[in-house]
């Protein structure tokens, strides 16, 4: 599968192109756009696959635990017949702003592309909350 990147380039939020593998939570992150490279600050590189990306976003582990039990509740009482997004509000550690607040979009299944999904995320400022 052909990931189009064009496409991924043109669009003014940071994307993240995820390979969906069902036999593993450790899922590796295949492309991210000029965006997220702008915003967010880390490559491909840096975020290899889900765990690394992360260790990056979420440094504390504390707040990477509570995030990561929060996911998996709303990943575990979403309806996909009336939803295609899970979505979260969240600090994330950037490369190189510091940390950020992000309104998170992770689709469930992508419809551009059979066997990934897409995250997008919308920054929402530097305001953090305790």
Do not use: C
Not at 45 to 64: C, F, M, R
Not at 119 to 129: D, K, P
Request: no cysteine; net charge negative.
């Amino acid at each position: 599968m052909s990931i189009p990147k064009e496409f991924f380039d043109m669009l003014p939020l940071p994307i993240v192109v995820v390979k969906n593998i069902s036999d593993s939570l450790n899922h590796p992150l295949v492309y991210v756009n000029i965006r997220f490279k702008q915003i967010i600050g880390w490559d491909i590189e840096d975020i290899a696959d889900k765990k690394s990306w992360w260790q990056k976003a979420y440094p504390d582990p504390y707040y990477q635990k509570a995030i990561e039990n929060l996911w998996e509740l709303k990943m575990d009482s979403i309806d996909p017949e009336n939803n295609s997004f899970v979505i979260m509000t969240v600090n994330i550690m950037t490369k190189h702003q510091g940390i950020r607040r992000f309104k998170v979009y992770t689709e469930l299944d992508s419809v551009l592309m059979k066997g990934y999904y897409v995250v997008a995320f919308e920054e929402l400022g530097t305001q953090i909350l305790d």
